[in-house]
């Protein structure tokens, strides 16, 4: 059974933080991973994925992956209120359908 | 980028309604679509993986004859919902993948809030 887990918070942040949202996966197999943002009522959309050992930036999101400790992070630098949503951490091997964490509650506190 | 249109975005209905839901890719080609339902404060579940031209593949506990699913071309799969009662009331969310790109992002519709009387 392939399992994805995070943490379901809330986490709680004050705004111009730096949120810290991480992820951990069994299947030692996996390739590609996910981070999707879900805002309440809504679908989730894509924020990052990540291939490689190692960071990936993008504005203030920053992805980390350690295939040996089997760990999946993101990082949001200067966090604002509008950040705040349920963030998912999906993992993915060759054509397989995504597996889905529970998510991660984030609050920004203005 | 890539766009993924799902139709209703919102349905009410009667128990005992069937309900078609329509997933769209845009601007790209899918043979493989995917179907989500996710309750109020849970996780997505997996429903079923939509292949353009041939049978889903649901997964465990998911009932193919009441959650029927085509997928007749490169840029459509639809859910029907059949005879839905009011424990199928969920938030039905279709996903999709370029086809070309395994292991590109999979991108989601809005989803449709079905809401059974």
């Known amino acids: 059974q392939k399992e994805v887990e995070q943490n379901s918070g809330p986490l709680s942040v004050p705004e111009g933080a730096i949120a810290s949202l991480n992820c951990t996966y069994s299947d030692r197999g996996s390739q590609s991973f996910f981070w999707y943002r879900q805002y309440s009522g809504k679908s989730p959309e894509l924020i990052m994925f990540i291939y490689s050992n190692g960071d990936k930036e993008d504005g203030r999101f920053t992805a980390q992956l350690n295939k040996a400790s089997q760990y999946v992070s993101l990082l949001i630098r200067d966090s604002q209120p509008s950040d705040s949503a349920t963030y998912l951490c999906?993992?993915?091997?060759?054509?397989?359908?995504?597996?889905f964490g529970k998510g991660t509650r984030l609050s920004v506190i203005a | 980028g890539a766009v993924v249109s799902q139709h209703p975005s919102w349905v009410i209905c009667k128990s005992g309604t069937s309900v078609k839901i329509e997933c769209r890719s845009l601007?790209?080609?899918?043979?493989?679509m995917f179907w989500y339902r996710q309750f109020p404060k849970q996780s997505l579940m997996l429903m079923a993986t939509s292949n353009e031209g041939s049978k889903a593949t649901y997964e465990q506990g998911v009932e193919k004859d009441k959650f029927l699913i085509n997928h007749a071309s490169l840029t459509l799969s639809t859910l029907t919902v059949t005879s839905a009662h009011p424990e199928d009331s969920s938030f039905y969310i279709c996903s999709a993948r370029d086809r070309g790109q395994g292991a590109q992002p999979q991108h989601f519709g809005d989803g449709t809030r079905l809401s059974i009387l």
């Open positions: 999906a993992v993915k091997s060759g054509n397989t359908p995504l597996v």
């Open positions: 601007d790209f080609q899918a043979t493989t």
